[in-house]
């Protein structure tokens, strides 16, 4: 069965027998996940995003430039050093821009001749451009963290939203934890499994927010846009 009719069959089934299969495949996968808000009627941003989920049953994507964490989802950026590799690399990505052979190899030639420094700066300034467009929606595991209600939720005078998994499993089965650790994940342009390395940075955080308990949707593309969730699921 693949991983989208495993979806809908869930999906199908009554709400408790959804919640039997669910803990049948994962009985690590956490039922519930929280939201951490505030509630500040002079903000006009704290109010939208509470009427947003309450109301309006939908989750604002927010884009990594966004956070208050600057490092966040960052990593270091290498280029292969194998001329195959990076010409490789450049063939596919200008295959997958619809060029003609011809027009193809003009520009392999062109951008494969490039120090490797140059090269080095346009794919960390595409990676940044990249992830500036990633959608985020962040939850945590845990809704009786300190730290969390004090700068998460306005010095714990905001709420903390449950949402539950077998409520909405199409949308809230997306999101996955987050990967702590003290050392950036290095991401080598041209290596054939670069775009899983690449994946991987999107789920990447310092040690130092470990406490968050973290989990993430994660959309490429949809900074800055909504994601419609069943209001069932809280």
């Known amino acids: ?14 709400y408790f027998e959804r919640r039997l ?7 690590k996968r956490k039922r519930f ?8 009627p002079e903000k006009e941003k704290s109010a939208d995003r509470l009427r947003d989920i309450l109301v309006k ?11 208050n964490d600057p490092f966040d989802m960052s990593a270091n950026m ?8 990076r010409r490789e690399r450049v063939k596919t990505l200008l295959k997958e ?12 030639k062109k951008f494969t001749r490039k120090p490797i420094d140059e090269l080095t700066d346009i794919w960390a300034s595409s990676y940044r451009k990249n992830i500036e467009e990633v959608g985020i929606f962040s939850f945590s595991a845990d809704p009786k963290n300190i730290l969390m209600w004090s700068h998460y939720a306005q010095h714990h005078t905001g709420i903390c939203i449950q949402f539950e998994l077998a409520r909405d499993f199409p949308m809230l089965c997306s999101a996955v934890s ?3 650790s003290s050392v950036y994940p290095e991401v080598t342009w041209g290596k ?6 690449f994946a991987k940075t999107m789920l990447n955080k310092h040690e130092g927010w470990r406490y968050e308990k973290e989990y993430r949707i994660v959309r490429p593309g949809e900074a800055h846009t909504y994601l419609t969730i069943n209001p069932q699921a809280w």
């Open 1 to 14: 069965m693949s991983f989208k009719d495993l979806i809908q069959h869930i999906s199908n089934l009554p």
């Open 21 to 27: 299969e669910l803990a049948r495949i994962n009985p």
């Open 33 to 40: 996940l929280y939201k951490y808000m505030s509630i500040d």
């Open 57 to 67: 049953a939908r989750l604002w994507l927010s884009s990594p430039i966004d956070f």
């Open 78 to 85: 290498i280029v292969s050093d194998d001329p195959r590799e």
């Open 97 to 108: 821009l619809g060029l003609r052979f011809s027009e193809r190899e003009k520009l392999v």
């Open 178 to 180: 987050v990967d702590y």
């Open 192 to 197: 054939k499994n670069f775009r899983n390395i």
